[in-house]
């Protein structure tokens, strides 16, 4: 049994779809990512998920259960990382997880040994007594994650976990969610860092506009919609633009950015070699693997970030 | 057979929307609002403690040296602090009462985002608003029990009956919390919420706190009768003194039936308010 099932789900604010009758199903241990730029609906789905935003229509399963009719019981196993951190500012960090794990009905003899591992595993234990204003941005970011984890749930729902945290953070958050992962809770993840998906998911749906635009593996949604390696080059931002039309017979596809154009090839360094040839001599020129950043510019005619 | 009920919406009849919307861990959030308060938040507590007591000495003491004795509850010649005494202690439960359940719950939801944490585990809109109103009471008892002990210890009760005015203004308090709630979920902006207060400070002004409503001509006697303060107005001024009539259990009643329908009304508006 599937351990999320949407179907048709939808939650309109007025005239705006947030999330547009959008359908899929989640496998227990899978690694699921929904991936998109600012205002595709992805927060909006976790919400729902969780039963703490109302879908307008459609049907939503968790575990088998509708979050709007079983609310607290979904939730008991669930982890949820909110993509704002809403820490409680009037308890200091251990006594956020404690408390947040009293929340769960969870008794204190339990709560204070796993509120010091949660704290060491998100490397504040020297932080304990603090208060939660006076951490900094990747340390609250930490907290509200190992909050997350104190119920020890089965399924996680990450919305945007690693936004504000370092990169040396970030690896030691994915590797925490690999082990996880191991021990087979099942993972959701909103992002629109395409590293992250990419390291995370086994699979992910595209979203924007609140429909989902392509659904597969990194791999699979790489070679589906885009070539095994794309030429970036530079000819500084006044030439890019007049350029587009004599580089576009180098490329199976072309994309002009404002700073840069994409050429997508199988062979990026012969691409390149080619358009040298024929006279253009870019101010830097880059040859990378597609990614999934080049699907997503691909379905949807824009960045990830804007 | 089970998973086609799980798909509707949330049930009809009070099981199904229990567990919909609470896991019965209210507990979890009173003990949250304790802990708060030991840490740091007495300074808080104390302020909202002041602040009849700043009342009661201007007006009560300073005013009063000019207005002498004037008549209290059956007729009996009492002195102007004695008076306003049982209202100021009627009207701090109602301030203390809507601003936890107004002002405290709006900034939680909307920008400390307390709420949304806590209703991210098994706690539903029901253990939340549950919990909060219990701690609002809390403070509301605070504040009757020290309130009713200065005014105590300057004599200006004369029956032990004052006692009761602190579980009193614990009925106050939560006909006012209960209805304070229900009315905040239909709010979006701060300056929605000053409508709160542009309600509550007429109330206070008029509703018989600092003289009688005899002044007033009939119409607008009838009219803040109709409102809750002057009951809670009238009701501990009579407890102050031990005196009592009809009325009394129609101020009483009055409470135990805005409590009724506020409860009611809040457990209505409990989703629209935390879950959107």
Redesign the interface.
């Known amino acids: 049994m599937p351990v999320i099932e949407a179907s048709e789900l939808t939650k309109t604010y007025g005239e705006l779809h947030a999330v547009d009758a959008i359908s899929f199903e989640v496998t227990p241990g899978e690694s699921f990512g929904l991936l998109g730029p600012n205002g595709a609906g992805k927060s909006t789905t976790m919400r729902m998920i969780?039963?703490?935003?109302?879908r307008t229509s459609g049907?939503l399963?968790v575990n088998?259960?509708?979050p709007?009719?079983?609310?607290?019981?979904v939730?008991?196993n669930?982890g949820?990382v909110?993509q704002?951190d809403?820490?409680?500012?009037?308890?200091?960090a251990r006594?956020n997880l404690i408390?947040?794990g009293?929340?769960?009905?969870l008794p204190y003899s339990y709560l204070r040994p796993r509120a010091d591992d949660l704290l060491e595993f998100a490397q504040l234990t020297e932080k304990s007594n603090e208060k939660v204003d006076n951490l900094s941005g990747g340390m609250k970011r930490r907290l509200t994650i190992a909050r997350a984890l104190v119920?020890e749930p089965r399924i996680l729902l990450l919305d945007e976990p690693t936004t504000g945290l370092d990169p040396q953070a970030r690896h030691i958050l994915w590797d925490r969610l690999f082990r996880l992962k191991e021990q087979g809770v099942t993972l959701i993840v909103t992002t629109h860092f395409m590293d992250e998906a990419e390291q995370l998911c086994d699979r992910l749906i595209v979203m924007d506009h609140g429909r989902i635009v392509a659904e597969g593996s990194p791999a699979d949604l790489i070679r589906r919609y885009s070539t095994r390696e794309v030429l970036e080059v530079r000819f500084g931002s006044d030439r890019n633009a007049a350029l587009v039309d004599r580089l576009r017979s180098f490329a199976d596809r072309i994309e002009p950015l404002p700073d840069r154009v994409l050429l997508y090839a199988d062979d990026g360094e012969r691409t390149l070699e080619a358009v040298r040839k024929d006279g253009l001599v870019p101010l830097t020129s880059l040859v990378r693997r597609s990614s999934l950043e080049d699907v997503f510019l691909r379905l949807t005619g824009r960045s990830l970030i804007d | 057979m089970s998973?086609v009920v799980?798909?509707?919406?949330?049930?009809s009849g009070l099981n199904?929307w229990l567990?919909?919307?609470?896991?019965g861990?209210a507990r979890?959030?009173v003990?949250?609002g304790f802990?708060?308060i030991r840490?740091?938040?007495w300074v808080i507590v104390l302020s909202g403690f002041f602040e009849p007591v700043f009342y009661l000495l201007s007006m009560g003491l300073g005013l009063g040296s000019l207005i002498g004795t004037v008549a209290g509850p059956g007729g009996q010649q009492i002195s102007y602090a004695a008076f306003i005494a049982p209202a100021l202690l009627a009207t701090s439960a109602m301030n203390g009462a809507i601003y936890d359940s107004t002002w405290n719950v709006f900034f939680k939801l909307r920008f400390?985002?307390?709420y949304?944490?806590?209703?991210?585990?098994?706690?539903?809109p029901f253990d939340v608003a549950a919990g909060e109103i219990f701690m609002a009471l809390f403070r509301g008892f605070l504040y009757a029990l020290g309130f009713t002990a200065v005014i105590a210890g300057m004599g200006l009760t004369t029956s032990w009956w004052a006692l009761a005015m602190i579980p009193v203004a614990l009925l106050i308090a939560l006909g006012f919390a209960s209805l304070g709630m229900a009315v905040t979920s239909y709010f979006t902006t701060f300056q929605q919420m000053d409508w709160i207060n542009i309600a509550l400070l007429p109330m206070f002004m008029f509703s018989s706190t600092l003289f009688p409503i005899s002044v007033f001509p009939e119409a607008v006697q009838w009219f803040i009768m109709a409102l809750p303060l002057w009951h809670g107005v009238e009701l501990m001024r009579q407890l102050s003194v031990g005196h009592f009539e009809a009325s009394t259990w129609l101020h009483l009643g009055y409470f135990v039936v805005m409590s009724v329908l506020g409860i009611g009304f809040t457990t209505r508006r409990l989703?629209s308010l935390?879950?959107?």
Request: proline share 5%; charged share 25%; glycine share 10%.
């Open positions: 969780g039963g703490t935003t109302l049907t399963l088998g259960l509708d709007e009719v079983r609310g607290p019981e939730r008991a669930l949820v909110p704002q809403n820490l409680d500012v009037e308890l200091r006594d408390m947040y009293r929340y769960f009905g119920n | 998973a799980d798909r509707v919406r949330p049930g199904a567990v919909a919307n609470s896991s861990n979890a959030v003990e949250r802990k708060v840490n740091q938040n400390a985002n307390l949304q944490g806590m209703l991210a585990t098994p706690l539903g989703r935390f879950l959107r």
